[in-house]
């Protein structure tokens, strides 16, 4: 309807009306009247009609009373019983079904409410015969029926329930639809059950116990039982054809429909109505958890049928624990664990229910009030017993930790198993019955959970499970540890009280832990175990820092959530071996090297933080670098730093911004940007900070005053250093000239280098790794073999530390050197053969360091950049001449001069026509400088010799 039509309507004389209106109201009456009978021709007339007169209702709810007296006064609702009682068209009971929607969600005052409600009209349109094949139809019917249960309460049930005649339309027509196959139908039909045991009504809740407690709990819990059936069919075609994707999909439903089933559940024992409760939980314990979970803990062949694999029935069993919080039913499953297989009643079976809803609830007729039987749940529970049973009694059950048990021989033996195929579950199972707090003292004694004493095969099996965790081939996954490590602190924590109290009145509590001290000294071993199986994978990389800070942060800031944990339908399974199977790192076992390393990273840290929190100690040491926080907006004093002006070009997707004046500080392990405060001189207001560790700095081919600048994600690198999540900063960085681009480039290259030094120090000693072993990289090769061998003469002068004294060699020789694997050959054949008659001394006397300099510092013979070097003497005195080489203060070294010059007669001596130019010692006459750093130089002639060299040099010298 257009909106000039909405705006007035023209009746009979022309006379207008406004469309929200008593007069409108009156108008569509008419119409109703005069199409009491459907037809094609005035079928569009009466969806329209419909629909605006709910409009009009909910506008008199809130504006004009007079709409719903006369809506009342002409008993409009029975026009829309007669439409239904039709066979009218598919979109009019669609329309109809919607208006009534729509009426009684929108409507606000009670009095509206009752006038709706008044003449039975609403429960008529409730039991009329829909076409639920209709899809369309089926959706707006449990809708209507959705909103009116939400109308419930103890004045409006009068209104639906019928206590002469014992009927309930709303309730029972919606049970009907409990195990459609839409998802949302169930849903409408658990929060219409809800809504109607949620109202305090003797004779209704009498009502339901009586009359549709049985058939529609025992239609339950059968379902639950088929849809267990089917997670474990389905769990059983995953492990035989190998888990995909279409399969991960497809259990996640299903085990995503089991927690629904079991949160309704616990919805309906939470509301605590002593007749429901007890029916359902004789149901749940007599026809699902105690033949169907509980019995498929069994190792061994049960006649009991069905029976599902024991890993589902633990997975089940911890699902329970987790989220149902009714004493009465947990404390019977409890003792029922406690007990042996044997004492299982034979009649608890997992039989289906003699009819469906519709069947039991239409072929039964209703009983009268006398007739109303009762549960013997509570009266045969163990729980209404406690007063009967004695202090021995209890004593004996509570310190039960029979072998024999079925909570003792099915899980806690799982938890000695090789494999992690049931480690996991046994373990959410025990921590799932730890954490229930409707759990009693008693129940908790009789499968030995009230406490830690020693022994206990529950803490020795957590203790085991640690032990072989620090394996390096381990096969267990890392989140078996970490829950097994929360299965523990959450067991030996105790909180005390404190005296003070906080602002709302509650007090503080101090957790402590308490635990023998024979299994603390045991951990404490386990954790050193870790530490020692960390250094074999320790490696002075940058992927093996940036792993332990990434391992650190999602430990510190990621705890486990058992919960959530249990919702992975591939927990069940065997653990994956390959990270193509999709299942995260934590949750299978690692695959390479690379994992491997990362896995011994986090055990060692999950060992660690447990071994800290035992003995109530502080972690001090890491983070490996504790800087103070510094965040956007903040204020910083620059008055000691060195600031670089620079504009700061980012790109947003393709489009470049405009460029932003920013000043580039350097300090902390930190890169920030800052601007000038407006306020105070001196000061600067942080725009961006960034950690030096993750910067990646390159300049510009085209302009030298551009920086391309990235700073990664602290936890942004996968376990191959691969990036894998956007970055933190991405910008160019312009500065004023070149200079200041390379003094800024420097200054980010080298903290970055010293930032990551740094952590590599700490991380060493965190580890007890000597120093040797973590330094940044592994010592450089010498490019010519060191000469070590010492001098025979007695030393009879004082000797001071040598200086290598740079010596040029003209370039006609210079170029002969660029075969270095010739020149170490024709060094180690030079020196050994020093002819015998030369008087002057020996190289490896002018060449052996002083007698307490370390064989590490032995002086060498090396050219870099074509450039040999001697021993010198600096002058005292003198800081321009270059050392080569730092030791400690010892006894000088003859005169310098003496030393050149027998140098310059051992060179000269075998020279033989130029023979000697190959090896790098001058022709004849030929000049060697000496140069010294402070830009002297010396230089001497050499003198030509008449001997040949040895045979092994001259032909070296002929392969030159």
Request: hydrophobic share 35%.
């Amino acid at each position: 309807m257009s909106n000039k039509s909405r705006s007035s309507w023209w009746g009979y004389g022309g006379k207008s009306r406004q469309f929200h209106s008593l007069d409108n109201l009156k108008y569509l009456y008419h119409v109703l009247t005069k199409n009491g009978t459907v037809t094609e021709n005035n079928s569009t007339l009466l969806v329209e009609t419909l629909r605006s007169i709910s409009e009009i209702l909910i506008w008199g709810d809130q504006n004009d009373s007079s709409v719903f007296d006369f809506f009342l006064e002409k008993n409009m609702l029975s026009y829309f019983a007669r439409i239904l009682r039709q066979k009218s068209a598919r979109f009019i009971v669609v329309q109809l079904l919607q208006t009534l929607n729509i009426l009684f969600e929108n409507i606000r005052h009670e009095t509206s409410l009752y006038y709706l409600l008044s003449n039975n009209h609403v429960n008529s349109m409730i039991q009329h015969k829909f076409d639920f094949t209709d899809e369309e139809v089926l959706a707006y019917y449990i809708s209507f029926l959705k909103t009116l249960s939400l109308k419930l309460n103890t004045q409006t049930i009068h209104f639906f329930f019928n206590e002469t005649t014992l009927d309930f339309p709303l309730y029972t027509e919606g049970i009907k639809f409990y195990n459609h196959s839409e998802n949302m139908v169930r849903i409408a039909v658990r929060t219409i059950t809800l809504n109607v045991f949620r109202v305090n009504d003797a004779a209704m809740q009498d009502y339901i116990r009586a009359r549709t407690a049985g058939p529609y709990f025992s239609n339950l819990v059968w379902s639950i039982g088929n849809h267990a059936l089917d997670l474990d069919h389905g769990l059983r075609a995953a492990l035989v054809n190998g888990s995909g994707l279409s399969d991960n999909l497809n259990l996640a439903g299903l085990v995503a429909e089991h927690l629904d089933y079991l949160h309704y559940v616990n919805d309906i024992l939470a509301l605590n109505i002593r007749p429901i409760t007890a029916i359902l939980s004789e149901h749940l314990i007599r026809h699902l958890f105690v033949p169907v979970y509980i019995a498929s803990l069994s190792s061994q062949s049960s006649t009991r049928e069905p029976r599902i694999d024991r890993g589902v029935a633990m997975f089940l069993l911890s699902h329970v624990y987790l989220i149902i919080n009714c004493g009465v039913l947990i404390d019977e499953l409890t003792r029922t664990m406690s007990g042996g297989f044997d004492g299982i009643d034979p009649l608890w079976r997992f039989l289906p229910p003699s009819g469906t809803v519709r069947e039991l609830l239409s072929d039964d007729p209703p009983p009268s009030p006398s007739s109303l039987g009762r549960s013997t749940f509570y009266e045969s529970s163990p729980t209404s017993q406690r007063d009967s049973v004695n202090a021995t009694d209890e004593e004996k059950l509570a310190t039960s930790t029979d072998l024999s048990s079925i909570f003792a021989s099915s899980v806690v033996r799982c938890l000695a198993d090789k494999a992690d195929s049931f480690l996991l579950l046994s373990l959410s199972l025990i921590y799932a019955m730890e954490q229930n707090p409707s759990l009693g003292s008693e129940a908790r004694g009789s499968v030995n959970l009230s406490g830690w004493d020693d022994p206990n095969p529950i803490l020795e099996g957590v203790i085991d499970i640690a032990k072989r965790s620090c394996q390096s081939n381990s096969k267990i996954r890392p989140v078996t540890l970490e829950l097994a490590i929360e299965l523990l602190t959450s067991v030996c924590a105790v909180r005390e009280p404190l005296e003070a109290t906080t602002a709302g009145g509650a007090a503080p509590h101090n957790v402590r832990y308490r635990l023998p001290d024979r299994y603390l000294a045991q951990l404490l071993a386990v954790g050193e175990s870790a530490t020692v199986t960390l250094r074999n994978f320790y490696r002075t990389e940058d992927v093996f820092l940036d792993m332990f800070e990434d391992e650190f942060t999602n430990i510190s800031s990621n705890r486990i959530n058992v919960e959530l944990l249990l919702m992975d339908p591939t927990v069940p399974l065997p653990p994956a071996q390959t990270p193509l199977s999709g299942i995260p790192f934590g949750r299978r076992l690692p695959c390479g090297a690379v994992e491997r390393t990362r896995r011994a990273i986090r055990v060692y840290l999950l060992l660690r933080g447990l071994g800290l929190r035992l003995q109530e100690e502080t972690e001090t040491r890491l983070p490996l670098s504790r800087l103070p926080r510094v965040t956007i907006a903040d204020k910083l004093n620059l008055t000691n730093s060195d600031l670089i002006s620079c504009a700061l070009v980012q790109r947003d997707g393709a489009e470049c911004r405009p460029a932003i004046r920013r000043f580039l500080v350097v300090q902390s392990q930190r890169m920030i940007l800052v601007e000038p405060d407006s306020k105070k001189l001196g000061w600067g207001v942080v725009q961006f900070v960034g950690s030096l560790q993750h910067v990646d700095v390159s300049g510009d081919k085209e302009d030298s005053r551009l920086l391309h600048v990235t700073i990664h994600k602290a936890d942004s690198a996968d376990n191959h250093g691969r990036r894998k999540a956007a970055p933190e900063l991405t910008a160019q960085l312009l500065f004023d000239d070149h200079i200041r681009c390379m003094a800024a480039r420097q200054r980010l290259t080298k903290g970055r280098t010293r930032t990551r030094q740094t952590k590599l120090e700490a991380l060493a000693s965190l580890l007890d790794i000597p120093d040797s072993a973590s330094s940044g990289g592994p010592p450089q090769p010498s490019r010519v073999p060191p000469l070590q061998r010492r001098s025979s003469q007695p030393q009879t002068q004082p000797r001071s530390a040598p200086a290598y004294t740079r010596i040029r060699t003209s370039p006609s020789i210079t170029n002969q050197f660029k075969n270095l694997s010739l020149l170490e050959e024709i060094n180690s054949e030079l020196l050994p053969r020093r002819p015998s008659s030369l008087s002057t001394p020996s190289m490896s006397s002018l060449l052996t360091p002083p007698s307490g300099l370390p064989p590490t510092q032995s002086l060498q013979l090396v050219p870099p950049d074509e450039t040999h070097y001697a021993p010198h003497v600096a002058p005292p005195g003198d800081p321009h001449w270059e050392t080569g080489i730092q030791s400690p203060p010892g006894p000088h070294l003859p005169n310098s001069e003496s030393q050149l010059t027998a140098l310059k007669e051992l060179m000269g001596h075998h020279q033989s026509d130029g023979g000697m130019e190959g090896a790098g010692v001058g022709k004849k006459g030929g000049p060697i400088e000496m140069e010294p750093m402070g830009g002297g130089t010396a230089v001497c002639e050499a003198d030509s010799g008449t001997e040949s060299p040895p045979p092994g040099l001259q032909s070296s010298m002929n392969r030159i």
